[in-house]
């Protein structure tokens, strides 16, 4: 039987910590503000930003919505980039991803300044977490540091084997891991005998985007499992790239699919809020 990384309850320790923080914050008069930038009307991002801003809600961080629809330019974006990174007021911000075609997301989030780059994204805020420099960190890889580590899923030292090489996810989360003293392998669509090269890891973290994927074949007996994939299960709710049935008896530690990773980055993005009004504040 493995120990279940709760992501409901670690994420509700964070965002109280973090309410604290921001109620500390606003007694000394600094403004703890999140912006984001919506364009158009994809309802799943249109849902995600509603989330967002009802969770800032909640700890008390102010939060404000640019909306555009679909066929604004990209300059008039790039000039709303350049507006935020100069207004005092204004913690940190983030762009709704994807944007919609026609657009470039690259060259603005490329502009965010790093000081205020909440989602970690931007090449410079990826640079400096590649050098070990402070920077703001991704919230997805971020979250899964957290649940690891306030749970008591004792990393240090362990073979780590992350699925899935992208930007938003895989990357940072193999460099963060390099960080936490594991040694990382990161394997992606083209890695060859991967359940064999998985069943080398002590600590398996798969971001594949794969549906259900990942079975007993892929985990070492005493495995910590993380599951960072989100589908739609047929007839409703959600699943991973994990078959949790399966692997949860082979495995140490493992996150569920709902309730693991997906509260971490929400609670992360509201981490990060803070952190950077913390910095601009000097407190
Ligand atoms: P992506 O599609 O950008 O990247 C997927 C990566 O997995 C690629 O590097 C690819 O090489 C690799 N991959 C694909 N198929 C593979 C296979 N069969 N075998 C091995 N590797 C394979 O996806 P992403 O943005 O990194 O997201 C990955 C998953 O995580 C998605 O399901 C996404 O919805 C989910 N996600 C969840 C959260 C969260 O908060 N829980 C946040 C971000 C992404």
């Known amino acids: 039987m493995a120990e279940i990384l709760d992501g409901k309850v670690v994420a509700a320790q964070i965002r109280s910590e973090v309410a604290e923080g921001v109620a500390r914050l606003k007694s000394r ?100 977490l590649a050098v070990g420099l402070p920077s703001l960190l991704p919230c997805t890889p971020h979250g899964v540091i957290q649940l690891l580590k306030r749970s008591g899923a004792e990393i240090e030292g362990k073979e780590a ?68 994939g989100i589908h739609a299960r047929e007839g409703g709710g959600l699943v991973g790239d994990v078959r949790f049935e399966e692997v949860e008896p082979v495995a140490s530690y493992i996150s569920p699919v709902p309730g693991g990773v997906g509260p971490m980055t929400r609670a992360m993005l509201l981490y990060n809020t803070l952190e950077a009004a913390r910095a601009s504040s000097g407190l």
């Not at 961080?61 to 679909?70: D, G, K, L, N």
């Not at 470039?104 to 300044?113: H, K, T, Y």
């Open 29 to 128: 008069d600094v403004p703890v503000r999140l912006d984001v930038v919506l364009v158009g009307d994809d309802p799943a991002s249109t849902t995600y930003v509603r989330m967002k801003q009802r969770d800032c809600e909640e700890v008390g961080i102010e939060s404000r919505a640019h909306r555009f629809a679909a066929d604004v330019s990209q300059e008039e974006l790039a000039a709303l980039v350049e507006e935020l990174n100069g207004d005092t007021t204004v913690s940190g911000f983030f762009i709704q991803l994807p944007l919609p075609a026609g657009l470039e997301a690259l060259p603005l989030v490329s502009a965010i300044d790093p000081s205020k780059d909440v989602d970690g994204l931007s090449p410079l805020s990826a640079g400096r």
């Open 161 to 228: 084997v992350v699925i899935g090489r992208s930007n938003l996810v895989g990357k940072p989360l193999a460099q963060l891991l390099l960080r936490e003293n594991t040694t990382v392998t990161i394997c992606h669509s083209r890695t060859k005998n991967l359940p064999e090269v998985a069943r080398r890891a002590e600590l398996l973290v798969v971001a594949a985007g794969r549906k259900e994927m990942v079975g007993a074949e892929y985990v070492r007996e005493g495995a910590i499992v993380v599951d960072v």
